[in-house]
């Protein structure tokens, strides 16, 4: 009675549509098969995996329908101008989808001319992907890939499709995906660019500032695609043999180069040093927020580059240099030249401003060499000189540590001396750029918080998975996406990133209206 049931089943589903009868057969025997099992968790992996064959069944269904209502054109142009008028039907080809592996077959010109290869106009339609997985599950595995290892990201991908991808397929994945990052994120259309509106009251004019920061963070590579200059760990001069020395490298990294690009909303009201060096319970509210951020990472190019991208992206949210400009930096010298040329290459106003914690690090230092270990009186001295430069002065903090040099000279030659001799030439060369005053009176970040946290989550948490060496084209990809999903422009980008996977490897091939072959 069961199988006459089933005959029935089959032949109506057959009735509406030749060949979805088995489909629909086969899909009331693991009705009757899942309620016969006696666990859910037996129950659940029972239909995962037989459901996935029938809907890979359905698939195949549907590509094959359209395989057979295929119209044969007269003639298929191709971009070489050669004519193909030989039509040849059931060329097949696989593609692997999340379900399965579906064969779609189509009908393939050719002219007959030496070198001039088929053309299958089908393909374009059904805007095939070169590479043979299918876009869906390729944006899958993007997604495993650009949060873990590639083997973990293997893993997940066969837990949750049944397929299984290579650790060099999932790679080339990668490396294919963001093949259009750079020119996204460079030609991307002005309106998706956020624009401040006027802030009544926050800020010098009215309008929100514009940041921009910029920092680097090394990455372990693989030996070819080290930078030149980096001599190889078995040619570097080495003090010992079993392990580094003082300020020795291994010279396996390379310095990925992170910048940054956002907004600030002012705190209400404006901090005053006290708050900045004893924040209070339930402070942050208080501080200066960071909004609409966008990053840039490259490890193929130096800071020149990446410095030169964010102030792009910069200049396209204030085109008309309207707002005020703030450059948030550690110190670095070359940085701050770049960031001076760059601004200065575009007309533009830049205030810099050194990071405040890089200069209380150097406080703590230097309170290291006048008391004694462990002195709870160091956390006060620290506190004093703090709350000096961010009031402005200084100088006096600089003639103070000096004058405690001269009353307490540390050991000549000594790991002390050198210490207070560093932190003197610190606070006197970035002097300049140290207007706390002005910067809290505005509302303005001191401090780099957004671009350390950004080498940390970009770039640290995936690519020094212990054990990774990259190479230059899966550490770029990787740090792409990673730096577009961080700056919610990620899925704008794959829909961009299809269209123009559809005209390079389609559309360019043909000069026939494709429209015909649909």
């Known amino acids: ?39 859910l968790e037996a129950m659940e992996l029972l239909v995962a995996e037989r459901g996935r064959e029938l809907l890979l069944g359905v698939v195949q269904l549907g590509v094959d329908g359209q395989a057979e209502r295929e119209v044969r054109l007269p003639q298929v142009t191709g971009a070489d101008g050669v004519r193909r008028a030989r039509a040849e039907r059931g060329h097949a080809r696989t593609v692997v989808t999340g379900l399965g592996k579906v064969v779609v077959r189509r009908i393939g010109y050719r002219s007959g001319v030496r070198g001039a290869g088929s053309l299958f106009p089908r393909d374009a339609v059904l805007s095939l992907p070169p590479c043979g997985y299918s876009w869906p599950l390729q944006r899958l595995a993007e997604m495993f890939c650009r949060s873990g290892s590639y083997a973990q ?89 079993k392990r580094a020395g003082t300020g020795e490298k291994k010279g396996h990294k390379r310095m990925a180069e992170t910048g940054c690009v956002f907004d600030v909303l002012p705190p209400e009201q404006p901090r005053t040093p006290e708050q900045v060096m004893c924040p209070g319970p339930g402070r942050a509210k208080d501080r200066p927020r960071a909004v609409n951020r966008w ?46 040329a760059e601004a200065a290459r575009r007309g533009i106003t830049i205030t810099i401003v050194i990071d405040f914690i890089h200069v209380l690090e150097y406080l703590w230092k230097a309170a290291w060499c006048f008391h004694p270990p462990r002195d709870p009186a160091m956390e006060a001295w620290v506190t004093a ?21 001269e009353d307490h000279p540390p050991r000549p030659g000594g790991e002390h001396e050198k210490i207070v001799r560093k932190t003197l030439h610190y606070l006197q060369a970035k ?21 350390e946290g950004a080498c940390r989550h970009l ?26 999903h961080a700056g919610g422009d990620l899925d704008t980008y794959w829909a961009w990133h299809i269209t123009q996977e559809h005209q390079r490897n389609h559309l360019s091939r043909f000069k026939t209206d494709l429209g015909l072959a649909a």
């Open 153 to 241: 990201a293997g893993e997940f991908v066969l837990a949750a499709t049944g397929v299984r991808i290579g650790g060099r397929q999932l790679e080339q994945i990668m490396v294919a995906a963001a093949a259009d990052a750079e020119r996204f994120c460079r030609d991307r259309d002005q309106a998706a660019v956020p624009q401040a509106g006027q802030q009544e009251g926050e800020g010098e004019g009215g309008l929100l500032p514009l940041v921009i920061s910029a920092d680097g963070k090394g990455v372990a590579m693989r030996p070819e695609a080290r930078r030149r200059r980096t001599r190889a760990p078995g040619k570097r001069v080495r003090t010992f043999t």
């Open 459 to 484: 770039v640290q948490d995936r690519m020094g998975i212990t054990g990774a060496r990259w190479g230059l084209q899966g550490a770029q990809a990787v740090l792409w996406l990673r730096a577009l």
């Open 385 to 405: 000189q703090g709350l000096d430069i961010l009031h402005g002065q200084v100088s006096e903090v600089i003639s103070r540590i000096a004058q405690l040099a």
């Open 1 to 39: 009675m069961e199988e006459y049931g089933l005959g029935g089943l089959a032949a109506s589903a057959e009735a509406v549509l030749a060949g979805l009868g088995p489909l629909a057969a086969g899909l009331a025997r693991l009705a009757v098969e899942a309620g016969q099992v006696v666990t």
């Open 295 to 340: 990053y840039a990472c490259d490890i193929t190019a130096g800071r020149d580059l990446t410095i030169g991208k964010i102030s792009e992206e910069a200049e396209r949210r204030d085109p008309g240099h309207a707002r005020t400009w703030i450059a948030l930096v550690d110190g670095d010298n070359h940085q701050i030249e770049v960031i001076r």
């Open 431 to 451: 002097q300049p750029w140290m207007d706390y005053p002005r910067a809290l009176a505005n509302g303005w970040p001191i401090a780099t918080g957004v671009i």
